[in-house]
């Protein structure tokens, strides 16, 4: 079966999700991050969906899988966020694990086996 939007892929449903939970746990952040940490967590969880979007839009497959590695990136930088508001005492231990291992790195792992898909085809 064919893809014939990116609407119909898993991982870019996952990470809707994600950005769900994102803007959800960062609700309850400091005002004075809504700048700052708020504003940063909230822009690499959007790269992710989107870059998997615009990637699915590009005609050839290098592009492709050059913006999948683009939302890659962004999962390493939402996970470097998330270590970091856990850090500052903004979320806890256990939001930062079941967010982490339940959403995000279920995510990258999705990214990194449609990246090694492609390459192969």
Aim: hydrophobic fraction near 40%; charge should be positive.
């Amino acid at each position: 079966m064919k893809v014939k939007s990116y609407t119909e892929l898993l991982v870019w449903q996952k990470s809707i999700e994600l950005v769900k939970l994102v803007y959800a746990l960062t609700k309850d952040f400091p005002k004075r991050e809504i700048y700052g940490l708020t504003s940063q967590m909230r822009r690499s969880a959007v790269s992710i969906p989107s870059n998997i979007a615009e990637g699915f839009m590009r005609q050839h497959k290098l592009e492709i899988i050059q913006f999948l590695f683009i939302s890659l990136g962004s999962c390493s930088e939402l996970h470097t966020q998330l270590v970091i508001a856990k850090e500052l005492g903004f979320i806890s231990d256990e939001q930062l694990k079941h967010i982490t291992t339940n959403h995000l790195f279920y995510v990258s792992k999705m990214l990194r086996n449609l990246i090694k898909s492609l390459k192969k085809s």
